[in-house]
């Protein structure tokens, strides 16, 4: 009788250990803020990539699109209840109503990598910890700056002066110093607005316009650039908690790695 007990033990452990080695990944479903073919997405899939090739079958990151999925407004709130495991590509100044924080971000002259080594990536951990129950992995584009796309020709400052220009929550102050009404409106909606003249120019950064075709109704870059990119990637508090320790490790490393090649 003992040792059929025994048995029985020895069975219940190593079916226990297998259902962990070999069962199903942990899956982490994501999203971004501009649809998958956006120039802006460039290294997401990469990225990944890296993770899933990484984690050898114990996590996955699903990609499940942009926002036809969810509003690019409303995934960091998605996100932060939990019905959204991952945001892969957020800009910061997204985030501004419930992180006012974040329009420190844009205004930093430090590449990510830089900003790890002085200490300001772990105080950003904390803010996301704080406002938006998320736990940061970093960001993509470091040094990517912003432009100023126009259909009227600039040559002096008092140009703006009755411009409607659409921006981000975040740059709304930098519009208004210059003179000009800042219009916030989705990414989707800028070629409508400028084509119907809803908006005479808007704030993008230095690559992915012609994801959206917004050449076509451009006549103008002003120059200099100015800020520069500050895409967020994160995860939800509570599912990160739920990660193996070595596993986050993994998706902190390949995140490092590719802050150098998303420049």
Same mark, same amino acid.
């Given at each position: 009788?003992?040792?059929?007990?025994?048995?029985?033990?020895?069975?219940?452990?190593?079916? #226990?250990?297998?259902?962990?080695?070999?069962?199903?990944?942990?899956?982490?479903? %994501?999203? *971004?803020?501009?649809?998958?073919? !956006?120039?802006?997405? &460039?290294?997401?899939?990469?990225?990944?990539?890296?993770?899933? $090739?990484?984690?050898?079958?114990?996590?996955?990151?699903?990609?499940?699109?942009?926002?036809?999925? /969810?509003?690019?407004? &409303?995934? /960091?709130?998605?996100?932060?209840? #939990?019905?959204?495991?991952?945001?892969?590509?957020?800009?910061?100044?997204?985030?501004?109503?419930?992180?006012? $924080?974040?329009?420190?971000?844009?205004?930093?002259?430090?590449?990510?990598?830089?900003?790890?080594?002085?200490?300001?990536?772990?105080?950003?951990?904390?803010?996301?910890?704080?406002?938006?129950?998320?736990?940061?992995?970093?960001?993509?584009?470091?040094?990517?700056? =912003?432009?100023?796309?126009?259909?009227?020709?600039?040559?002096?400052?008092? &140009?703006?002066? #009755?411009?409607?220009?659409?921006?981000?929550?975040?740059?709304?102050?930098?519009?208004? %110093?210059?003179?000009?009404?800042?219009?916030?409106?989705?990414?989707?909606?800028? !070629? *409508?607005?400028?084509?119907?003249?809803?908006?005479? #120019?808007? @704030?993008?950064?230095?690559?992915?316009?012609?994801?959206?075709?917004?050449?076509?109704?451009?006549?103008?870059?002003?120059?200099?650039? =100015?800020?520069?990119?500050?895409?967020?990637?994160? @995860?939800?508090?509570?599912?990160?908690?739920?990660?193996?320790?070595?596993?986050?490790? @993994?998706?902190?490393?390949?995140?490092?790695?590719?802050?150098?090649?998303?420049?």
């Amino acid at each position: 009788m003992k040792k059929a007990i025994r048995v029985l033990f020895f069975v219940a452990i190593f079916c #226990g250990v297998s259902t962990i080695a070999f069962g199903s990944p942990m899956v982490l479903k %994501a999203v *971004t803020a501009f649809p998958k073919n !956006h120039l802006n997405n &460039d290294t997401v899939q990469m990225f990944v990539d890296r993770v899933n $090739e990484r984690c050898k079958g114990r996590l996955e990151i699903k990609w499940l699109g942009g926002p036809e999925v /969810i509003a690019a407004f &409303d995934q /960091i709130n998605a996100l932060k209840s #939990g019905t959204m495991d991952m945001i892969l590509y957020y800009p910061f100044g997204y985030m501004k109503q419930l992180m006012p $924080e974040a329009e420190a971000k844009g205004l930093s002259e430090l590449a990510e990598w830089e900003e790890r080594r002085s200490g300001a990536f772990e105080l950003w951990e904390e803010i996301f910890a704080k406002r938006v129950n998320a736990k940061y992995i970093g960001r993509f584009h470091s040094l990517i700056p =912003f432009m100023l796309y126009t259909n009227k020709k600039i040559t002096k400052l008092e &140009d703006f002066k #009755g411009m409607k220009i659409r921006v981000m929550p975040l740059y709304i102050p930098f519009v208004k %110093a210059l003179g000009a009404s800042p219009i916030s409106i989705p990414p989707t909606d800028i !070629h *409508t607005a400028m084509e119907r003249k809803v908006v005479d #120019g808007f @704030i993008w950064p230095r690559t992915g316009m012609i994801s959206w075709g917004l050449q076509e109704v451009t006549k103008y870059m002003v120059l200099p650039g =100015f800020f520069q990119m500050e895409p967020a990637t994160m @995860i939800n508090m509570e599912k990160w908690k739920q990660i193996p320790k070595d596993v986050q490790a @993994i998706i902190m490393n390949v995140m490092q790695d590719m802050e150098y090649v998303a420049t």
